[in-house]
């Protein structure tokens, strides 16, 4: 397997744990629509998050939420939208970005809470 696959599974495994010690409720992993994916889909505080997790080896070519471009984040807005819909969801929805930097064996974390709003 890919040594990024690999780094990005251990990401999401890191944000999962944190997000669940923080009282988040973890509904989902992985989540697909077609081929856009939601990485990890929690509840907390009255709230649907939807969390997109970036990991990288270092921040040589920028801070990983820096990733989650317009176009990123209209994936993850139309992919949340069905997820609503099918699920038949009625909480606020949130969009945060976990960025993890793993360097040297050494975690650096960042959750942005409210990351983006979906525009109209």
Sequence with gaps: ???HYDLG??????AATHLAKQGY???????????D????????DNFLVVVEVKTR?????????EAVDEQKQGFLI???NEYVIQKEIDLEVRFDIFSIIIESGKQTINHIEDAFYPTL
């Design 9 to 14: 599974k251990k990401g999401e495994k890191i």
């Design 25 to 35: 409720i973890i509904k989902e992993r992985n989540w697909r629509f077609g081929k």
């Design 1 to 3: 397997m890919a040594k």
């Design 78 to 80: 139309r992919a949340a």
């Design 57 to 65: 080896s270092s921040s040589y070519f920028g801070n990983p939420e």
């Design 37 to 44: 994916e939601i990485d990890i889909i929690a509840e907390h």
